[in-house]
C-alpha cells in the first residue's frame, strides 16, 4: 500500500512511518517543513503539506490509498510545551484541520482518512462523556499534569469527530486510550469503540507504539469506515 502520514515527525506519526515501512509499504511523510527532515530509509519520500488548507492536502493525495492523520499544532515532538499552548489559544485548530481534510477528499473519493484525535470524547458511562463536564475533564488533566485549559483542546477534537461524523468520505477516527506515552510494541491490546478499552486496574492506557500498529492494521483491513474506534491494554 501507499500511506501516507500527516505529522509524520510527531510521537505517533512517526512510530506510524515506521511502522509501515516495517510491514513493506510505501509512506509518503508529511510535515510542514520537510526540508528540515534528514530521511535515509528506503520506500519513504518526505514532502511539506498545510493541513489547514484543502488545496494543499489535495495537492499531495494522488496516489495514496490511506491517508494517516496525526495533526497538532506546534511541534509536539519537540516541544510540547508550546503544542499544548498553541492548542489552548485555539482549540478550533482540529475541527478546521477535518474540514480541510474532508474538502481534499471530495476530488479523491477513494482515497482513505484516518484521523488521529483524542480519547475525551469517550463514553466513559453511558451517556457520560468527559469533554462535556469541566469536572470530569479537570479530573484527568490534573491527573496527567496537563493545564486545565487544556479542557478546550479535548473539546476540539471531540468536535473535530463531529465534523467527521457529517461526512459520507471513508474517513475513520482513531481516540488513543487517556494515557499514551513512549514505550514497547507489544502488537497485544484490545479494541472498542465508542467506550475506552480499561486494564485490570481500570486505566485506559496504550503505548505510541502499540498505536502505531493499531492504525496501520486498520489501513490494511479497514473495520471502522466511518466510525470511532479506540485501544487499550
Given at each position: 500500500?501507499?500511506?501516507?502520514?500527516?505529522?509524520?515527525?510527531?510521537?505517533?506519526?512517526?512510530?506510524?512511518?515506521?511502522?509501515?515501512?516495517?510491514?513493506?509499504?510505501?509512506?509518503?511523510?508529511?510535515?510542514?517543513?520537510?526540508?528540515?527532515?534528514?530521511?535515509?530509509?528506503?520506500?519513504?519520500?518526505?514532502?511539506?503539506?498545510?493541513?489547514l488548507d484543502a488545496a494543499?492536502?489535495?495537492?499531495?493525495?494522488?496516489?495514496?490509498?490511506?491517508?494517516?492523520?496525526?495533526?497538532?499544532?506546534?511541534?509536539?515532538?519537540?516541544?510540547?510545551?508550546?503544542?499544548?499552548?498553541?492548542?489552548?489559544?485555539?482549540?478550533?485548530?482540529?475541527?478546521?484541520?477535518?474540514?480541510?481534510?474532508?474538502?481534499?477528499?471530495?476530488?479523491?473519493?477513494?482515497?482513505?482518512?484516518?484521523?488521529?484525535?483524542?480519547?475525551?470524547?469517550?463514553?466513559?458511562?453511558?451517556?457520560?462523556?468527559?469533554?462535556?463536564?469541566?469536572e470530569l475533564l479537570y479530573?484527568?488533566?490534573?491527573?496527567?499534569?496537563?493545564?486545565?485549559?487544556?479542557?478546550?483542546?479535548?473539546?476540539?477534537?471531540?468536535?473535530?469527530?463531529?465534523?467527521?461524523?457529517?461526512?459520507?468520505?471513508?474517513?475513520?477516527?482513531?481516540?488513543?486510550?487517556?494515557?499514551?506515552?513512549?514505550?514497547?510494541?507489544?502488537?497485544?491490546?484490545?479494541?472498542?469503540?465508542?467506550?475506552?478499552?480499561?486494564?485490570?486496574?481500570?486505566?485506559?492506557?496504550?503505548?505510541?507504539?502499540?498505536?502505531?500498529?493499531?492504525?496501520?492494521?486498520?489501513?490494511?483491513?479497514?473495520?471502522?469506515?466511518?466510525?470511532?474506534?479506540?485501544?487499550?491494554?
Open positions: 500500500m501507499h500511506i501516507g502520514v500527516i505529522g509524520a515527525a510527531g510521537g505517533i506519526g512517526s512510530r506510524v512511518v515506521t511502522e509501515a515501512l516495517d510491514r513493506g509499504h510505501h509512506v509518503t511523510a508529511f510535515s510542514r517543513d520537510a526540508t528540515r527532515i534528514e530521511e535515509d530509509r528506503a520506500h519513504v519520500v518526505w514532502k511539506s503539506v498545510d493541513v494543499s492536502i489535495a495537492a499531495v493525495i494522488p496516489g495514496l490509498d490511506v491517508l494517516i492523520s496525526g495533526f497538532q499544532p506546534g511541534n509536539a515532538a519537540r516541544d510540547i510545551a508550546d503544542t499544548v499552548a498553541r492548542s489552548i489559544a485555539d482549540p478550533t485548530v482540529y475541527a478546521t484541520a477535518a474540514r480541510a481534510l474532508l474538502k481534499a477528499l471530495a476530488s479523491h473519493p477513494r482515497t482513505r482518512l484516518i484521523v488521529i484525535g483524542g480519547a475525551g470524547s469517550l463514553e466513559i458511562a453511558p451517556g457520560v462523556v468527559r469533554a462535556d463536564s469541566d479530573e484527568t488533566l490534573d491527573a496527567i499534569g496537563l493545564p486545565r485549559e487544556y479542557a478546550a483542546a479535548v473539546r476540539g477534537h471531540r468536535d473535530a469527530l463531529n465534523v467527521l461524523r457529517t461526512s459520507n468520505r471513508l474517513w475513520t477516527y482513531f481516540s488513543p486510550a487517556e494515557d499514551i506515552a513512549p514505550g514497547e510494541r507489544t502488537g497485544r491490546f484490545r479494541i472498542g469503540g465508542d467506550q475506552p478499552v480499561l486494564d485490570a486496574e481500570g486505566r485506559s492506557r496504550i503505548s505510541m507504539e502499540d498505536a502505531a500498529v493499531a492504525l496501520v492494521d486498520e489501513a490494511e483491513l479497514p473495520r471502522f469506515v466511518q466510525r470511532r474506534f479506540t485501544i487499550g491494554y
